[in-house]
């Protein structure tokens, strides 16, 4: 890996007509780090995951997975390269049991490891059951144990604690961190929570209407003032 980044993204552009989703954005995660892309609605960061993984088309630019060029590849050729990802909304199936969700993801991947993910997630217990029968925090944690089969190398992460409490959001973020740190992943993860965000991320990127605005450490950019001002308030 000569340029030493897990996932990169260069110079990439999206557009609508005449309506930029992304302004040249440029982004670069070293292997092992927890990433986070903040922003307002509507700065970009799910368009910008979506081009990473391979589920948008009419964009420019470059990707590179550990310096591969994989901008041609589908994303389903992306995730058995060992990049995954999750989605705003659950991409769980209601009707089928934990167990059952987990294994139909396993058999693409090379690495089943549904029982090992279970147990990771605290999920064991529910393995008999619906989807529809649990919690939306279990059902949170469902569709981030689907992202993990197969121990994916990266994982692109929108919003997983979306609609959770602030204990339950804290509790996933925790986890995920630990569990992330011993597998050695690579993660960027967008997150409106930002006391997850603050609490994980080894750095910190901020888009603003398709285009990069900062990046830093969270101390770093907690020092900017227009950042502060505009996505964090004054209470981080």
């Keep these: 890996m000569a340029d030493g980044f897990a996932i990169e993204g260069i110079d990439i552009t999206r557009s609508f007509g005449g309506f930029f989703a992304l302004k040249g954005i440029s982004i670069a995660v ?9 922003g307002p609605n509507g700065a970009g960061k799910s368009t910008l995951i979506d081009v990473l993984s391979g589920r948008a088309d009419r964009w420019t630019g470059t990707v ?12 389903h050729q992306r995730r058995r390269a060992g990049l995954a990802r999750s989605f705003q909304r659950t991409n ?13 993801a396993a058999r693409a991947a090379e690495t089943p490891n549904v029982e090992e993910i279970m147990a990771e997630l605290s999920l064991t217990a529910l393995a008999g059951k619906r989807a529809a029968d649990i919690s939306y925090g279990d059902q949170r944690r469902l569709d981030l144990a689907l992202a993990l089969i197969g121990r994916p190398r990266i994982l692109l992460l ?9 204990g339950e959001s804290l509790e996933l973020a925790h986890n995920l961190k630990d569990l992330v740190a011993r597998w050695k992943v690579t993660v960027l993860l967008v997150e409106h929570d930002m006391e997850v965000v603050f609490s994980i991320c080894d750095r910190i990127t901020v888009l603003h209407l398709g285009e990069l605005l900062a990046e830093g450490t969270p101390d770093e950019i907690r020092g900017i003032p227009e950042v502060v001002t505009a996505y964090l308030g004054s209470s981080v």
Excluded: K, N
């Design 30 to 38: 070293p292997p092992g780090e927890i990433r986070g892309l903040i």
């Design 64 to 75: 590179r997975m550990f310096g591969d060029d994989i901008g041609a590849l589908p994303a």
């Design 158 to 166: 929108d919003e997983p604690a979306a609609g959770l409490s602030i």
């Design 92 to 104: 769980v199936f209601a009707d089928l049991t934990v167990v059952d969700q987990l294994e139909i």
